[in-house]
């Protein structure tokens, strides 16, 4: 179903959904978007959902989405809310089921000239040491103790137990530990489904990236990151895989049960939702902070073994190899944080489900190195084109609570990915790009195919020209491991 509502424009990057045009909307829903890119917004109904999530209870401002837009659970993905934070409502839909899906960056003082003649032997060691693919376990067995000590303290414990250095903490996003989490509040089969996953990626959209620095297009904040044209890269893709997907599961059926016997009236029963001072929405908050907790430990692994991966490759230790984490940010969660609004303080909750936080500079929680530049917004494509580094500005902390986009954005659901490509075809594609590929299944590439998500390059010029982030560097492929 294509949605047939009102788009009022409000400039070249924005445009509205007025209040009432879906009944019980609290207000407007803004859709970031360039107007080429409305006829295929419109396809699959996103828009309704934005305008859904202006019903939810406590909202403050407007609801918005991101240009890479597309349809969701309950929110659209790239949906962006706040809530009051003492009045407002969570809502899991606004998180979504992989909670703290996110992306990591690290860099390499290497070049695509140090990998010459290495290059199959390192994309088969990470395909080894990093598992990939539907139902793939981590190289790490964890007992109940260190799963509850993972939850509770996040990359720090991946960090303490020897996988990676205290600065990567410091590169990654609340340093890579959301202190309100509370494994009390984690069900057992969650908790059982985290047990074998650790240090893995998952399948789906998830994956990990050779890049090389392609383009630099803002020299003082790039070396600031530590990027410098021609340099290798690493990018890792995944999230919170069961664990989190469990915890989700358990708290939305819990959260219908609760809108249902309140009588609430929703547009939609996947925006389920429970008060912030309830204890259901309170310990929901608190499991997603667990949630979120596993995936920064996760990524915090995955970055040890592809550490070791180049080691047992180039044969140097990572450290002579300048293999610094730049940055992690998560694009599934919801944060606590403190903005400006309608000239004074106040204090939310905010919602991103498929959107990333775009700090400014200045920000407390900019890490110190990057605080004068702008926090690293870290914005992939697809598989064939790489990924964009951008850094937050201050449009983004007037417009958007902070946010910017995640990625492209799907453009074709997987079912109609399936129809298009053949896995053959979207190898030999890569092959022609001088990619080299490493995947689990025929059918997981074709899912993900380059033609099933929209044009990075559109994508990223909306944020840009709304003011929300600004354009760091481009990174290149030339290695890629599907999940």
């Not at 407007?28 to 934005?50: F, T, W």
């Not at 990027?227 to 708290?251: F, K, M, N, P």
Request: glycine fraction near 14%; aromatic fraction near 6%.
């Amino acid at each position: 179903m294509a949605w047939d509502g009102e788009f009022r424009r409000i400039d070249d990057c924005r445009w509205e959904i007025p209040r009432g045009s879906v009944p019980g909307m609290l207000t407007n829903a803004v859709v970031y978007a360039s107007e080429g890119m409305l006829p295929k917004i419109r396809e699959d109904n996103a828009p309704l959902q934005a305008a859904n999530v202006a019903c939810l209870p406590g909202i403050v401002g407007s609801s918005m989405a991101m240009p890479d837009i597309h349809w969701g659970y309950g929110f659209p993905i790239g949906g962006v809310a706040a809530v009051d934070a003492e009045s407002g409502s969570i809502s899991p839909g606004g998180i979504g089921f992989d909670i703290n899906c996110g992306v990591r960056l690290i860099r390499t003082d290497l070049t695509a000239e140090d990998l010459s003649g290495c290059m199959d032997a390192l994309m088969d060691a990470l395909y080894a040491n990093v598992p990939s693919g539907l139902g793939s376990k981590g190289l790490t067995r964890v007992g109940a103790r260190e799963l509850e000590e993972i939850l509770s303290a996040g990359s720090a414990w991946a960090v303490e137990n020897g996988y990676g250095t205290p600065s990567d903490l410091i590169a990654t996003e609340e340093g890579g530990c959301m202190s309100d989490a509370d494994p009390a509040n984690v069900g057992e089969k969650a908790r059982k489904r985290g047990l074998a996953q650790l240090g893995s990626l998952g399948s789906g959209n998830h994956f990990l990236e050779v890049d090389v620095v392609d383009e630099v297009y803002d020299e003082d904040a790039a070396r600031a990151f530590g990027l410098r044209e021609g340099a290798v890269t690493v990018t890792v893709h995944c999230g919170s895989r069961g664990c989190g997907h469990q915890i989700a599961t358990d708290y939305l059926q819990e959260m219908e049960r609760y809108v249902k016997s309140t009588g609430q009236s929703l547009p939609d029963r996947q925006l389920a939702c429970a008060p912030l001072d309830s204890r259901l929405g309170d310990g929901y908050y608190r499991a997603m902070s667990c949630g979120a907790n596993y995936a920064w430990a996760n990524r915090q692994m995955i970055t040890h073994w592809v550490r070791e991966s180049f080691e047992s490759v180039v044969g140097r230790p990572s450290e002579s190899m300048g293999m610094r984490v730049v940055y992690d940010v998560a694009h599934n969660i919801a944060k606590k944080e403190h903005h400006g609004f309608e000239g004074s303080g106040i204090d939310v909750l905010v919602h991103r489900k498929g959107a990333t936080r775009a700090f400014a500079a200045g920000r407390s929680e900019v890490p110190l190195m990057y605080r004068d530049v702008g926090q690293p917004v870290i914005i992939p494509g697809d598989m064939s084109v790489g990924t964009y580094v951008l850094k937050g500005l201050p449009g983004a902390m007037e417009s958007t609570f902070g946010t910017a986009c995640h990625g492209a954005g799907r453009v074709m659901s997987r079912k109609a990915a399936e129809r298009a490509v053949t896995a053959g075809q979207i190898e030999a594609d890569l092959a022609g790009r001088g990619i080299a590929l490493r995947r689990g299944s025929d059918e997981g590439l074709v899912e993900e195919a380059p033609q099933a998500y929209k044009d990075v390059d559109t994508v990223v010029s909306v944020v840009c020209a709304a003011g929300l982030a600004g354009r760091v560097a481009r990174l290149r492929p030339i290695g890629v491991v599907k999940g």
